[in-house]
């Protein structure tokens, strides 16, 4: 296993001052967070923590495009002070707007099965659905996101965009690696029995992923929920290993991420070559950033990334939000520069849903699956408490 680094990131640093996790002197490939002191370790396993650890993937090597990220401060860079940049492009263009769903749209909280979404945010989506297309690409699985937003008419991509749905008049569905969910079930089921004794762990099936939490764990716990799942996982060749905030991922070892979904989706929409369209990605973690990415390397995709964070942070976004709030803000303002749509009776929303059949990709998609659907309602993917496995002494949140 390849060397890692952990870094110190102060749990104190104001807002518009230091930098966050990962933006101290540039990339490292390794496994960052907040650290009681920095260290080298040769076995990949994490030190003692306070927060949450990050793998950051290597940037580097052969067939690699250079890094897209750049130090991003809070105090400088928060859209709301910048709107004047976007006010134009906003009215003028054909917007599609896409949102992480957890620390984007609803804080982080400690039980991830009562993630709820603010019902004033909620409203203010279906306001926005109505003037733009607008979509969530959440790490949850597809009828677990699906059933915390409850706003039917938006499209969703779980499972990191493994799993993708749109409300048209026929349905639209498309999942990547099917073949993978054997495998990430005897992952789920092995992670589950061998973290039983660890307190505080939790394992939860996102059908295309699965995720361990480790938010509520002693912090001298960490590693060895580390060298667990790393275990585990080797037994799996074709599942890869991820991080997001206080949580583990797995996820098939393919070419496949939130940004490969968002370009899917417009090419689905007929979006994607069109010189009137803007995208605007919202996230707050890790893989977020594949999205990011896709307005520096494809010069076909007009829009900018938006990340949330309180922090300066080193990150392939352009502007900030620094918590959801903040982004329930940013919306509001966008269905208010949007007004004109509705006013005027254009009917493009509606169009674009309903075309999405005649794009060069329609035979590509898999529309429908009732099967997988009845699957992930089995496994207990229904929007809820179902596919949380926790184990003793785990606190609830809120």
């Keep these: 296993m390849a060397a890692v680094v952990a870094t110190a990131a102060s749990a104190t640093k104001a807002h518009n001052g230091g930098s966050g996790a990962g933006g101290q002197g540039g990339e490292s490939n390794g496994i960052t967070g907040g650290a009681y002191q920095s260290l080298s370790r040769e076995d990949g396993a994490p030190h003692k923590t306070k927060h949450c650890w990050e793998v950051e993937e290597e940037e580097k090597g052969e067939g690699r495009k250079p890094s897209h990220k750049r130090q991003l ?193 417009l090419q689905a929409l007929g979006l994607w070559e069109e010189e009137d369209v803007f995208a605007i990605y919202i996230g707050d973690d890790t893989t977020d950033e594949d999205a990011f990415r896709i307005f520096h390397h494809e010069d076909r995709a007009e829009g900018i990334g938006i990340v949330v964070t309180a922090e300066n942070k080193l990150t392939g976004a352009k502007y900030s939000l620094r918590n959801p709030e903040e982004v329930a803000v940013f919306l509001a303002r966008l269905v208010e520069l949007r007004g004109h749509v509705q006013a005027e009776g254009n009917s493009s929303v509606k169009d674009i849903k309903m075309d999405w059949a005649r794009t060069p990709l329609a035979g590509a998609f898999e529309p429908g699956n009732p099967a997988g659907e009845k699957k992930e309602r089995e496994r207990g993917e229904d929007g809820g408490e179902g596919g949380v496995e926790r184990n003793q002494g785990e606190e609830q949140g809120h």
């Design 73 to 265: 401060s809070v105090s400088s860079s928060n859209v709301l002070d910048n709107m004047g940049c976007l006010e134009d492009v906003v009215r003028s263009k054909r917007v599609v707007v896409l949102l992480d769903y957890d620390g984007t749209l609803t804080p982080i909280v400690s039980d991830p099965a009562k993630a709820w979404l603010p019902a004033q945010t909620r409203d203010i989506l279906v306001e926005l659905a109505e003037r733009c297309v607008v979509g969530i690409v959440s790490g949850r699985s597809l009828l677990k996101v699906k059933g915390f937003v409850q706003v039917p008419s938006l499209f969703y991509a779980g499972s990191h965009g493994f799993d993708i749905w749109g409300p048209t008049t026929e349905s639209m569905r498309y999942q990547v690696a099917a073949d993978q969910l054997p495998d990430l079930a005897r992952l789920r089921d092995t992670l589950t029995e061998q973290l039983r004794g660890i307190e505080g762990a939790a394992v939860e099936d996102n059908v295309f992923s699965v995720s361990v939490h480790y938010r509520n764990c002693a912090p001298d716990d960490v590693p060895a929920v580390y060298e667990i799942v790393q275990t585990a996982r080797q037994a799996f060749p074709s599942i890869r290993f991820g991080t997001g905030k206080c949580v583990f991922e797995l996820r098939p070892d393919i070419t496949w991420d939130k940004g490969k979904a968002m370009v899917w989706l």
